[in-house]
C-alpha cells in the first residue's frame, strides 16, 4: 500500500503543479477558476485511482486465489486467502485514490486561503507552486530513505522530474 500512496500521491502532486503552471503561463484567470480546474482534476484523480486500483487489484487476487485453489486442488472461499482477496482490494483502492487527493488538497490550499481573503505573503499560485515541488521533493526523500540510497540526490531526482515537467509546460503553452 506504501507503493501505491507514493506513487499516486506523486501522480497528485505533479498533476496539480502542471495545472498551476499552466494558469501560471495563461492570461489571468480568477482563483475561482483555478481552484475548480485544480478540483476537478483532484476529484478525477481520486475517482480514477480508487476504481482502477479496485477493478484491478481483485482481477489479480482471484486469479491468484483461483491459481491456488487449482495447485492445492482444494476450495479456499472460507479461509484467509479468500478473505484477502475480498479486502486487500478496498484497501489498496481507499488508498490509491485517498492520495492524490490528500496531496492535492494540500497543495490547493493557498488558492482556498486568498479566495477567503486572507493576505498571504506571496500569491497564492506562486505558494502552490512551493508547496507542490516541496512535497514532490519530500517524496524524493522518502523514496530513498526507503531504497537506502542518498536522501538528498533521491530528493534532488524528483525535483528533476518536476523542472522537467514546468520546462514542458512552458514550451508546449508558450
Known amino acids: 500500500m506504501r507503493?501505491?500512496?507514493?506513487?499516486n500521491g506523486f501522480d497528485g502532486?505533479?498533476?496539480m503543479l502542471g495545472i498551476?503552471?499552466?494558469?501560471?503561463?495563461?492570461?489571468?484567470?480568477?482563483?475561482?477558476?483555478?481552484?475548480?480546474?485544480?478540483?476537478?482534476?483532484t476529484i478525477a484523480l481520486a475517482v480514477s485511482g480508487t476504481s482502477s486500483a479496485y477493478v484491478s487489484e481483485q482481477a489479480e487476487l482471484?486469479?491468484?486465489?483461483?491459481?491456488?485453489?487449482?495447485a492445492m486442488l482444494i476450495?479456499?472461499?472460507e479461509g484467509a486467502h479468500a478473505e484477502a482477496a475480498r479486502w486487500v482490494p478496498i484497501f489498496i483502492a481507499i488508498v490509491n485514490g485517498s492520495a492524490p487527493l490528500i496531496i492535492s488538497l494540500l497543495i490547493i490550499t493557498p488558492l482556498w486561503v486568498s479566495n477567503l481573503g486572507i493576505d498571504l505573503l506571496l500569491p497564492?499560485?506562486?505558494?502552490?507552486?512551493?508547496?507542490?515541488?516541496?512535497?514532490?521533493?519530500?517524496?524524493g526523500v522518502f523514496l530513498g530513505r526507503l531504497s537506502g540510497e542518498t536522501w538528498l540526490i533521491s530528493g534532488v531526482k524528483t525535483l528533476t522530474i518536476a523542472a522537467?515537467?514546468?520546462?514542458l509546460i512552458y514550451l508546449f503553452t508558450s
Open 20 to 41: 498551476i503552471i499552466g494558469f501560471l503561463f495563461s492570461s489571468p484567470a480568477s482563483l475561482e477558476v483555478i481552484i475548480n480546474a485544480c478540483m476537478g482534476a
Open 124 to 139: 497564492p499560485l506562486q505558494i502552490a507552486v512551493f508547496v507542490a515541488i516541496f512535497i514532490i521533493f519530500m517524496f
Open 62 to 70: 482471484r486469479l491468484a486465489l483461483s491459481n491456488l485453489q487449482d
Open 164 to 167: 522537467l515537467t514546468m520546462v
Open 13 to 15: 502532486a505533479l498533476t
Open 75 to 77: 476450495k479456499l472461499q
Open 3 to 7: 507503493r501505491y500512496f507514493v506513487v
